[in-house]
């Protein structure tokens, strides 16, 4: 069973501070990796997304990537209040179609 | 542009009703999913759809069925609906559903089996 794991949380930040967001996998053929935030009752909506060792930056976010060790990560900086949300790991597994394996997400509140 | 659209919005079933939840998408996407969120719990892929005319199981498809009714729609249809089906249901969407391909979501259906 291909598996991607997450803390739950909450995870809880002061704001301005750097949020720091794990994510661990066990098919170690994958490729893809992707960041979803998901907001209280809506969908997830895509942040980032990863495939090479790394990191890789879009304004706030910075996510990363060391295949090795089986692991993925999005920093947030600058953290605001309208951070607060679930982040959802999902990694495109080897093999087969493009089909995502979510984690359970980690639910991140950013306090004033 | 409304992306993917997902009917209903709510829905409250009773033990072994049936009910269809539809699925558009205006994006002239190839590829459709199908997937469910239950608390505490990540997305699970029940079926998806590579392209028009095929369909293909996920990780938990039993009690669904789906029909991929054309290149823009993707239905999921509960037969008798058991309460273990309580849920969020969200559609997705992607270009062509090749490698590393973003997925676009619909707001969701929320299910509610008594």
């Known amino acids: 069973q291909k598996e991607v794991e997450q803390n739950s949380g909450p995870l809880s930040v002061p704001e301005g501070a750097i949020a720091s967001l794990n994510c661990t996998y066990s098919?170690?053929?994958?490729?893809?990796f992707f960041w979803y935030r998901q907001y209280s009752g809506k969908s997830p909506e895509l942040i980032m997304f990863?495939?090479?060792?790394g990191d890789k930056e879009d304004g706030r976010f910075t996510a990363q990537l060391n295949k090795a060790s089986q692991y993925v990560s999005l920093l947030i900086r600058d953290s605001q209040p309208s951070d607060s949300a679930t982040y959802l790991c999902?990694?495109?597994?080897?093999?087969?179609?493009?089909?995502?394996?979510f984690g359970a997400g980690t639910r991140l509140a950013v306090h004033p | 542009n409304a992306g993917v659209t997902q009917t209903p919005k709510f829905q409250v079933l009773k033990t072994g009703q049936s009910m269809t939840l539809q699925c558009a998408q205006d994006?002239?996407?190839?590829?459709m999913y199908w997937y469910r969120q239950d608390p505490g719990m990540g997305l699970r892929l029940i079926y998806y759809?590579?392209?028009?005319?095929?369909?293909d199981k996920g990780e938990v498809p039993n009690g669904y069925n789906v029909s991929r009714l054309n290149k823009r729609e993707f239905s999921l249809r509960l037969e008798s609906a058991a309460p273990s089906q309580t849920s969020v249901y969200f559609c997705?969407?992607?270009?062509?559903?090749?490698?590393?391909?973003?997925?676009?979501f619909g707001p969701g259906t929320r299910l509610l089996v008594l």
């Open positions: 999902a990694v495109k597994t080897s093999g087969g179609y493009n089909k995502l394996i």
């Open positions: 990863i495939y090479s060792n």
């Open positions: 098919d170690r053929g994958s490729q893809s």
């Open positions: 759809s590579a392209s028009e005319g095929t369909t």
């Open positions: 994006m002239n996407h190839n590829s």
């Open positions: 997705a969407s992607s270009e062509r559903g090749g490698w590393g391909e973003t997925q676009y």
